[in-house]
């Protein structure tokens, strides 16, 4: 199922029936700042699962999570002053920050280090699917290895078919990776070079 939103005014009643979905368990494709990615609610193992399978990824290689803002993170994550200041000048923006875990992150979403990622993404349609769900939704991209990363909604539709619950329409996206900063220890290290510059 296509659903079309506004990328810069997402039609609040479209975002609340993407939520209904994902609060039932549904697997979905969503457009954020970088590419289109593959979410689901972080709260549902069931789901998460799923993505593994569609993606044909090995479960020692966690996915990263998206947040509303510095705060969310904060309560998935522990977060020093320094990495707080860091994120707070790049962020929404197209970064993913590697961060100890907290409590509150699932184990399935943590490397063997207890580390995980987590984006705060500057697009309108994921940020008000994530604050309306009140927790963090999966994030990877809606690509498969061996394929080219697709920057719109029907190139997801023609990889994945009717396995997602819904594909969300925002428009076409760069179809480049976020840049994955490691902030551990206070000690950045980019661990891959995207579309953010550090």
Same mark, same amino acid.
């Given at each position: ?8 005014? $997402? %039609?609040?009643? +479209?975002? #609340? &029936?993407?939520?209904?979905? @994902?609060?039932?368990? =549904? ?78 992150? $699932? %184990?399935?979403? +943590?490397? #063997? &280090?207890?580390?995980?990622? @987590?984006?705060?993404? =500057? ?76």
């Amino acid at each position: 199922m296509i659903i079309s939103i506004n990328p810069e005014n $997402p %039609q609040g009643r +479209l975002i #609340k &029936r993407v939520v209904e979905i @994902l609060e039932n368990g =549904g697997v979905i494709a969503y457009p954020t700042d970088t590419q289109y990615g593959l979410g689901c609610d972080l709260s549902q193992k069931k789901a998460i699962e799923k993505i593994y399978r569609l993606k044909k990824r090995d479960h020692k290689v966690p996915f990263s999570v998206i947040c509303a803002d510095l705060k969310h993170i904060a309560e998935y994550a522990r977060v020093s002053d320094y990495a707080y200041r860091t994120m707070k000048r790049l962020l929404p923006g197209p970064f993913t920050f590697v961060l100890p875990g907290s409590r509150q992150m $699932p %184990q399935i979403m +943590l490397t #063997k &280090r207890r580390e995980c990622g @987590l984006r705060v993404p =500057g697009h309108p349609i994921a940020l008000s699917l994530v604050q309306a769900l009140g927790r963090p939704l999966i994030n990877t991209s809606a690509r498969l290895a061996d394929q080219p990363t697709p920057t719109a909604a029907q190139e997801v539709v023609d990889l994945f078919g009717g396995q997602l619950d819904a594909v969300i329409d925002g428009g076409p996206v760069p179809g480049q990776p976020s840049t994955l900063v490691s902030l551990i220890d206070d000690d950045p290290i980019i661990l891959r070079q995207g579309l953010g510059v550090f």
